[in-house]
């Protein structure tokens, strides 16, 4: 027999499902201590084991999933943690023989203990390493840490579980996934580049409300990692019918997502909560004839250098973090050429210097359409014109390789103020027919950039010297979905935004409205977009053209009623400054960011008379 990690490799594993389940199934009701069965129902555990095995099985967990002392207290057994883990890994490991892996069970603490995250990080490890020595003083080939929703729980059960013994690691997340490839709170491939970044042997995902969420999760996972992947998904969530809790996946459906998963690289599949026999004796034939796809080394060369996990504050990056610390400050947006002569841009940015500007914006292809790269145009600004430049990066045209080569380019030129966004499709451009890129989004650029800034790249390796970024974001104030912009706003927040650009407001109820309902929070510099409107045509053309942008009917009715063009630009200026002026006395705004139309850069100096 094959040690675990080289036959995960060559030839993938089928796991087991459910043990709480099969037990329930088995009339054992919730109200019982399933751990403690180890010991007074040996049996049913065996007979469980066994069935899978018939199944197919290649992979059997210990029945310990919740036999911490904190967990086992609950039910007056905190005296038998080590009893119960070493019947659970002996019980599994009579039945599977020679022929079968035995993986021990570890959950989280916070499964059962509510106040774990105030937890002091000694007693947490001394409870994991409680539990994780007795597994392997009863035999297990393989620990299996499963159904972390937290990371910084996930880390400590891993060095605890690396202190006492050189076993391979299985360390898996549970996702809240939300449909259409969108994950609430921990994203996937946030979590295999840290996991990856331990020395897991295997990372993967587990339960995480069914197979599809599971499949978008290590869809994403490993695209980042070299390592084996694993998927447990449950079989669904489950429904309640004539007073039981039943999951409803049936094995076929179950079965077709196990070959998706192995179709991905997948090495390590297998079933949560709700899983059967039925689900992998299905699930067995369908990788009858399939193996893991190809995929690199799970052995990731890793340089001997420290990782840097302190932040530099945002007043030592550049002097526009200096300015979002002091003022109410001003960016401008200077639009790069359409050919190689920078002569207008140039010539923008010094007037804007001149004007008392903190910093012009240079934005990265916006509209989809082809100009002179961002980087190059904020070097030739800071050379020529000295004043600071903020680097817009999308996520559209760039793979993650390339992302990461930019960035540290980036880096290396000083050019350390970024706005991170996803970009506008190909299609809206001269170019409809270019490849979108999009391997994520700016709430994962965002994550990843947080990364470089502690000194890991985008696979989690480390890096020498760690970057210094200000971190900016976009957000929407006007959005017609409000309640999924704010979801996505707090998302970046928790990847390390540091400061926030809004699209234009022209409506500032809906910016008091946006503030209001984004209280609760993590406050940084807020930035209000100032676009002003030139003319009815180029209203007209901002809200039906430009992805993101909203002109409210009154305004649009405003400049209706303006009968000439100069007095349609009179009232698009008037529109604007009303905004900007609202915007000052607004807690919680800290500067504006303004668009000057069509390259007027002598607008902006009327815009400043407002806030001066």
């Known amino acids: 027999m094959k040690d675990f990690l080289t036959q995960l490799i060559e030839d993938g594993i089928l796991a087991d499902g459910a043990l709480g389940t099969e037990i329930y199934k088995h009339g054992i009701f919730i109200n019982r201590c399933f751990d403690e069965l180890n010991l007074s129902n040996p049996s049913l555990i065996k007979e469980i084991h066994l069935d899978y095995i018939k199944a197919g099985s290649g992979l059997i ?96 059960a891993y060095s605890s579980a690396r202190k006492i013994c050189d076993l391979p690691i299985i360390a898996q997340v549970s996702l809240k996934y939300l449909g259409e490839g969108e994950f609430e709170g921990l994203l996937p491939e946030y979590a295999a580049i840290a996991i990856d970044h331990w020395g897991a042997d295997v990372l993967g995902v587990n339960c995480c409300d069914g197979p599809q969420g599971v499949f978008e999760a290590v869809k994403r996972m490993v695209e980042v990692t070299s390592k084996p992947v694993s998927a447990m998904p449950n079989a669904g969530l489950p429904q309640m019918i004539q007073g039981r809790l039943l999951y409803l996946a049936s094995p076929e459906y179950m079965a077709e997502y196990a070959r998706r998963y192995a179709k991905l690289g997948v090495a390590l599949i297998g079933g949560c909560c709700g899983t059967t026999p039925a689900h992998i004796r299905e699930m067995k034939k ?126 290396a030129l000083g050019l350390n103020n970024l706005l991170l966004i996803t970009g506008d499709p190909p299609k809206m451009g001269h170019y409809p027919e270019a490849t979108a890129v999009f391997d994520i989004d700016s709430i994962g650029l965002i994550s990843f950039v947080n990364n470089l800034n ?39 927040l928790d990847a390390g935004a540091e400061f926030v650009f809004s699209q234009p407001v022209y409506d500032p109820s809906l910016l008091t409205s946006f503030v209001e309902k984004t209280k609760d929070l993590p406050k940084i510099p807020f930035y209000i977009g100032i676009l002003p409107l030139i003319s009815l045509r180029n209203a007209e053309f901002l809200h039906n053209e430009v992805p993101g942008m909203q002109i409210p009917k009154n305004v649009m009715a405003k400049m209706a009623s303006a009968k000439t063009d100069k007095a349609q630009e009179e009232c698009g200026m008037a529109i604007a400054k009303d905004a900007l002026a609202a915007a000052i006395s607004t807690e919680g705004v800290n500067g504006a960011y303004i668009f000057p139309p069509f390259g007027r850069y002598s607008l902006v100096g009327e815009l400043l008379k407002v806030i001066r």
Not at 90 to 100: C, F, M, Q, R, T
Not at 112 to 139: N, P, W, Y
Not at 466 to 491: P, Q, W
């Open 61 to 156: 967990e210990t029945n310990t999933f919740t036999a911490n002392r904190p967990a086992l207290a609950a039910h007056g057994f905190s005296d038998k943690v080590f009893d119960i883990n070493v019947a659970g890994a002996k019980i599994a490991k009579e039945v599977a023989g020679d022929s079968v892996f035995v993986a021990g069970s570890v959950g989280p603490i916070s499964w059962t203990k509510k106040d774990a995250g105030t937890m002091e990080r000694a007693e947490m490890e001394e409870i994991f390493s409680e539990q994780i020595s007795a597994l392997v003083a009863g035999g297990v080939d393989v620990l299996l840490l499963e159904t972390f929703t937290h990371l910084e729980e996930l880390h400590v």
């Open 286 to 411: 369908f990788l009858k004839s399939m193996k893991p796809r190809a995929r690199l080394s799970s052995t990731v060369l890793r340089e001997n250098v420290e990782v840097k996990v302190g932040l530099v504050p945002s007043s030592q990056k550049s002097s526009f973090g200096e300015a979002l610390e002091k003022k109410f400050g001003i960016s401008v947006e200077v639009d790069p050429p359409l050919g190689i002569n920078p002569e207008k841009a140039i010539d923008g940015a010094m007037l804007l210097r001149d004007l008392g500007v903190d910093a012009v914006n240079i934005a990265d292809g916006p509209r989809a359409m082809a100009r002179m790269s961002p980087t190059a145009l904020a070097v030739l600004i800071k050379e020529k014109v000295g004043i600071e430049t903020i680097v817009h990066y999308c996520c559209r045209d760039r793979n993650l390789l390339g992302l990461q080569m930019d960035l540290i380019g980036a880096a």
């Open 454 to 492: 502690r000194g890991i790249d985008f696979a989690g390796r480390p890096i020498k010297q760690a970057t210094k970024f200000l971190i900016g974001c976009g957000v929407n104030t006007g959005s017609v979905d409000m309640d999924l912009e704010i979801e996505r706003y707090a998302h970046k």
